[in-house]
Every structure is written in structure tokens, then in C-alpha cells.
């Protein structure tokens, strides 16, 4: 049975690679990640790292530099959804 594997950037989906013939080979699924089509991979690893080499830093989406809100920030907001439904 052949693998297959879904290549995602930053969230957002690259190609797929498939195991044909002993090697991974990449099929890519939108810009700029046409350049890797057809490029054959040991490992699928070695796909999603020369994608990502692709990817420009600011392409990824806003909310992946979003820091995460620390326990402390959240719960003055839980509280008050309480009390409004209550």
C-alpha cells in the first residue's frame, strides 16, 4: 500500500507527497509551492522542510504570532460570561 501525506505551512496546506516507487515525491496544491513539483524526498519530512523554506514568514496567518493569553488574562473574562448567564 502506498503513503500519502498531507504537506502543510504554517497552517495552510502545501502539496501532498506519495510514496511511489521507494521515494516521496511532492504534488504541490497552490503558490509558491509549484517550484517543488515532482520533487522526489527520502523522507516526507524533507518535503515539508523544503516547503517551508518556501513560505515567506510574513505569509503565515495572524493569529499564528498571536501570544496566547496566560491564565491570569482569561479569567476576568470567564467571569463575567458567568455572570451574564446567570
Known sequence: MDDSYIVE?????????????GVYRFHAMAQPFFALEGTEYE???????AAASLSKRRQRP????????SV???AP??????SASS
Not at 505551512?9 to 516507487?21: T, Y
Not at 495572524?62 to 493569553?69: F, G, I, K, Q
Not at 473574562?77 to 458567568?82: P, T
Open 43 to 49: 523522507v516526507p519530512g524533507k518535503a515539508r522542510l
Open 72 to 74: 491570569a488574562e482569561r
Open 77 to 82: 473574562k470567564r467571569a463575567a460570561r458567568r
Open 62 to 69: 495572524a493569529d499564528a504570532t498571536a501570544r496566547p493569553a
Open 9 to 21: 505551512v504554517w497552517g495552510q496546506p502545501a502539496g501532498i507527497v506519495l510514496k511511489e516507487h
